[in-house]
């Protein structure tokens, strides 16, 4: 596998795979890889000949009170593990390859209707940090797909909406939840749970299941529902960010007929889930 820390062995690389006419998955992280993150490795590889990733802790998509210096940086294993996977290369920048300006200079990116709500209200500036190294990572790359997790359902959306906006030539595919033996989605955060947040977190999967249960019967009265969730989470013990239905496809509010995703997010102690069901 090999390993290229600037743009410029980067670019060099992808020309000469594009000169061979080899076709390029690319699944972009942010390092502290996990089950979920090996799964969209995966998935990726069986559709391309060589698959990229890359591990850059975005400093862009972090808020004012989210502590960037604490995100765990685990690189020497997160490189053995793509390697494992079959990762053919692996992209390391620095803040200082992508950002050269700095954040206050940057051209940002932002997609519209699809952000209005959930992720895009409760953490100010975030998608579009997103959406933006994103952009930046697929210009670099020119992957002709990229695989991206389920669980953050509202980023994938989002990137699924900049690329048909912009007339992106990058099939994106969405990669499954992986889930703990209790049900909670898999996710860096975790480890950052108590042994009795950890039991208590299978809640939320649980809740999930029920209010999707109780749609597939028929229930149509959505607002109720939610609020129902809602307050069974606060009894057992979560801050409840939001807990809705709404449109797969963009996000809106949920009609009757559509195919539908319940999202929520919620703290539990000091650690903010997100998760969401299909419907």
């Avoid at 391309?48 to 004012?64: C, E, H, R, T």
């Avoid at 992986?178 to 039991?199: P, T």
Wanted: glycine share 6%; with cysteine.
């Amino acid at each position: 596998m090999q390993q290229v820390h600037n743009n410029h062995e980067l670019c060099a690389q992808i020309k000469i795979w594009k000169q061979q006419r080899k076709t390029i998955a690319f699944v972009p992280t942010m390092g502290n890889l996990h089950q979920g993150h090996l799964s969209l490795l995966h998935a990726a590889h069986e559709q391309a000949d060589k698959l990229v990733s890359s591990i850059f802790v975005n400093p862009m998509q972090f808020g004012p009170n989210e502590d960037l210096s604490k995100y765990p940086r685990t690189l020497e294993q997160d490189c053995k593990a793509l390697m494992e996977h079959g990762c053919d290369l692996v992209y390391l920048p620095t803040e200082k390859d992508l950002y050269p300006q700095g954040l206050a200079h940057i051209t940002s990116v932002q997609v519209p209707d699809v952000t209005r709500f959930y992720e895009g209200e409760s953490r100010p500036g975030h998608l579009t940090g997103v959406s933006t190294i994103v952009l930046k990572l697929f210009n670099l790359v020119q992957p002709d797909l990229a695989v991206f997790g389920k669980k953050d359902y509202q980023q994938l959306q989002m990137i699924k909406k900049m690329v048909r906006d912009l007339n992106l030539p990058v099939g994106i595919i969405g990669g499954e939840t992986v889930r703990e033996k209790n049900g909670l989605a898999m996710s860096s955060r975790n480890q950052y749970l108590s042994a009795s947040e950890r039991q208590q977190s299978a809640a939320l999967y649980q809740q999930l299941g029920n209010t999707a249960k109780q749609i597939r019967a028929g229930s149509k009265d959505f607002a109720q529902l939610c609020q129902d969730a809602t307050e069974a989470l606060s009894a057992q013990g979560f801050a409840v960010d939001y807990f809705d239905v709404c449109s797969q496809k963009n996000l809106q509010p949920a009609v009757v007929g559509e195919a539908l995703v319940i999202v929520c997010a919620a703290r539990l102690g000091n650690t903010r889930l997100i998760d969401n069901i299909e419907i």
